[in-house]
């Protein structure tokens, strides 16, 4: 099989963009940065308020994906064996055997996964990063592609456990729905009045085609300048006042990728300037940590990337 071409890439993501827009109403840049996570084989966190559509846009995309969805909804009593799965004694067999547990899908929804034990968080962990999961000392691959779409609600905070560090980091992409505007709310309402367009969503595109894909953007071509503009901005976020803790090399990486899968959802072969300055508060702003100070100030950390990202010059072509 060939690998798709750029063109095909193109074509490819602007077919899912319209199939989730039969359900989602006025948010094509959020879809777009989602396809890009999925490409990059990264993780989305979804920071929200409840009745967004977060969940409804997560089963949109695996539908259009023809993928396996699971939707986990993250409770205090929640354990690790409830996400990854467990073995259970056959009697009639007289042997143990596994019973999947909804991480073994293709799509999974993390629903307010703050609210879950740090313990039951950690289970995710090896799954977000590794691609695998261990129960009962085996491990098990999981399917691809793979893809967790969380969310947790930024305003409560009774009855939450804050993600770690090491967790934040694992997810590719901080993202919002925001609330829609007046004339897509309306909208919203004349589409689900009377029946619901999800349940005959079809897909788009199979597995193996996005697998495909995921390979076929890492050939996108990264110049010289586009990449060290890449590394000024994440270690500029390190050296920035009011930041106690900078971007890692993760977030640089996942920078560069994120260039590569938005040039060819583009329809280019060629990373700009332009697509690494659009990326990089989606891809860095949940990896720093600002002074206690600074947020006193009334400073949040979207104002500080926009500083860096400001701070930074842009490559220009020779």
């Given amino acids: 099989m060939n690998p798709p071409t750029i063109d095909e890439i193109k074509s490819t993501g602007s077919a899912i963009r319209e199939n989730v827009g039969k359900v989602i109403v006025g948010k094509n840049d959020v879809v777009d940065l ?19 559509g977060k969940t409804t846009m997560a ?4 539908r259009s994906l023809n993928c396996a969805f699971r939707r986990i909804q993250f409770t205090p009593d929640l354990l690790p064996s409830d996400v990854t799965g467990l073995s259970v004694y056959n009697q009639k067999t007289q042997e143990f055997e596994y019973r999947p547990g909804p991480l073994m899908a293709q799509i999974v929804l993390a629903d307010e996964i703050n609210r879950a034990t740090p313990r039951t968080q950690s289970a995710l962990l090896e799954a977000m990063q590794e691609r695998q999961i261990t129960v009962d000392g085996a491990t098990k691959l999981l399917p691809r592609p793979f893809l967790v779409l969380a969310t947790q609600n930024p305003i409560e905070l009774e009855g939450t456990f804050p993600l770690p560090e090491a967790q934040i980091d694992r997810f590719f992409m901080r993202l919002a729905l925001g609330y829609p505007s007046e004339a897509e709310e309306s909208a919203i309402l004349l589409r689900f009045a009377r029946d619901e367009p999800l349940e005959t969503l079809s897909a788009v595109v199979d597995a193996d085609a996005i697998t495909a894909m995921q390979r076929a953007v890492r050939t996108v071509r990264v ?19 009011s930041v106690e803790l900078g971007a890692s090399p993760r977030g640089s990486l996942y920078l ?44 949040d950390v979207n104002q500080i990337i926009k500083e860096v990202i400001e701070s930074v010059p842009v490559p220009v072509e020779q």
Avoid at 59 to 62: C, I, P, Q, S, T
Avoid at 269 to 282: E, G, I, R, S, T
């Fill in 59 to 62: 089963k949109a995309l695996a």
């Fill in 34 to 52: 989602a396809l890009v996570a999925l490409l990059c084989e990264g993780h989305i966190l979804f920071e929200d308020i409840p009745g967004i």
């Fill in 223 to 241: 110049e010289a300048s586009v990449r060290e503009y890449v590394i000024a901005i994440a270690r500029a976020t390190r050296v920035h006042a």
């Fill in 256 to 299: 560069y990728r994120a260039a590569q899968a938005f040039a060819a959802l583009n329809g280019r072969k060629f990373v700009l300037p332009d697509d690494v300055k659009y990326l990089a508060p989606f891809v860095l702003t949940h990896r720093l940590i600002i002074s206690a100070q600074t947020r006193l100030r009334g400073r």
